[in-house]
């Protein structure tokens, strides 16, 4: 069984490589998506509330997203097994692939690249709105190159080494709740004066599940900037200094380490809906960011996660098989 799930992994890696996320084809992300969005505006109504109601809203949307997601695909596997155990298979691979993004994170970013090198400021200001949270209108030519390397950076970890992880330690189920608490973040776990109390429990939920894939990832991209031509003592040592700079405990790792080994200043100050947000900067303005940067960072997002996978099925492979001990 473990040795299997190394296996599911592997080929789950190569088939988001090949396939991504295409068009139309039903996503689980989106379905738990849609059951948060149901989901509070059944427990929040329409008049307002107190602090309290609405951490306790908060909190039940949370458990019963995460019961949800955790029936809903236990049971789509129990009814697997019955088909026998090829199909389970087969199923647990379409399962794990579709949780990964690498795939769709290199194809949205490389639009936002070939409309640099086409020298379509607009279009590429376009594209790289579709994967920030940010305001995009302000950022200037090298703003878009330095958003779009920041998303590949940080979405290393959420989007495809931490899901890989708990792939690793509890299988498809483990990994499914784990996109089900990226997913309530990503959408209720703002500090702002809607989400400040209600998506609280959300939000720390995440912090939680990331603390340690985000802290891997980070390491690993060390080496992995060796593996790529990039400068790995930089991206160790602003990994260190840099890596809590953001307010998020987990954010900042992969961040860091990828400004310093592309010699980048990343992060800084940023507007959100109209608001100018101060933040700190991470890495060093070396040099100015040019367009192959975002490739560079996305051979960097695959790198590492080639890593991670590796270590995660060797690991499977020897808990599984005890190859030590003599029989």
């Known amino acids: 069984m473990v040795r299997e799930r190394a296996a599911v992994m592997a080929a789950a890696f ?32 329409n008049g307002p509330k107190t602090e309290a109601e609405e951490r306790a809203a908060g909190r039940r949307l949370v ?15 129990a009814l697997a097994k019955r088909t026998g155990r090829t199909g389970y298979l087969v199923l647990e691979t379409l399962m794990c692939a579709q949780m990964l993004a690498a ?17 379509d400021t607009e279009k590429a200001r376009e594209a790289v709105s579709m994967i920030v949270g940010r305001d995009t209108e302000p950022l200037t030519r090298e703003g878009i ?29 483990l990994m499914f709740l784990y996109k089900a608490i990226n997913t309530m973040d990503s959408m209720v776990g703002y500090q702002n004066d809607r989400y400040r109390y209600f998506g609280r429990c ?4 995440d912090d939680g599940a990331n603390l340690i894939p985000s ?51 990343l992060a800084g100050d ?23 940067d975002i490739m560079r960072a996305n051979r960097l997002m695959y ?12 690991a499977l492979w020897v808990i599984g098989g005890k190859p030590w001990q003599r029989h």
């Open 14 to 45: 190569v088939l988001d490589g090949i396939m991504g996320d295409p068009a139309g084809f039903p996503h689980p992300v989106r379905g738990i998506g849609t059951l948060i969005a149901s989901r509070e505006k059944a427990l929040r109504g």
């Open 63 to 77: 458990l019963e997203v995460l019961s949800a997601t955790f029936a809903g695909t236990a049971g789509v596997l």
């Open 103 to 119: 795939k769709s994170l290199m194809t949205e970013s490389r639009k936002v690249y070939r409309a640099l090198v086409n020298r």
């Open 145 to 173: 190159i330095k958003a779009a390397v920041e998303t590949v950076a940080e979405n290393t970890s959420d989007g495809v080494t931490a899901p890989l992880f708990y792939m690793a330690v509890g299988g498809v189920p």
């Open 202 to 205: 959300a939000a720390r939920l």
């Open 215 to 265: 802290r891997l990832s980070g390491i690993l991209m060390v080496p992995c900037a060796r593996l790529c031509g990039l400068d790995h003592r930089g991206a160790w040592r602003i990994f260190l200094r840099d890596r809590l700079k953001h307010k998020s405990p987990n954010s900042a790792h992969t961040e860091a380490a990828c400004a310093g080994a592309l010699g980048l200043e």
């Open 270 to 292: 940023a507007f959100y809906f109209g608001k100018l947000c101060p933040k700190p900067a991470i890495g060093d303005r070396t040099r100015e960011a040019e367009p192959e």
């Open 303 to 314: 790198t590492t996660a080639g890593l991670t996978l590796g270590l995660s099925c060797l």
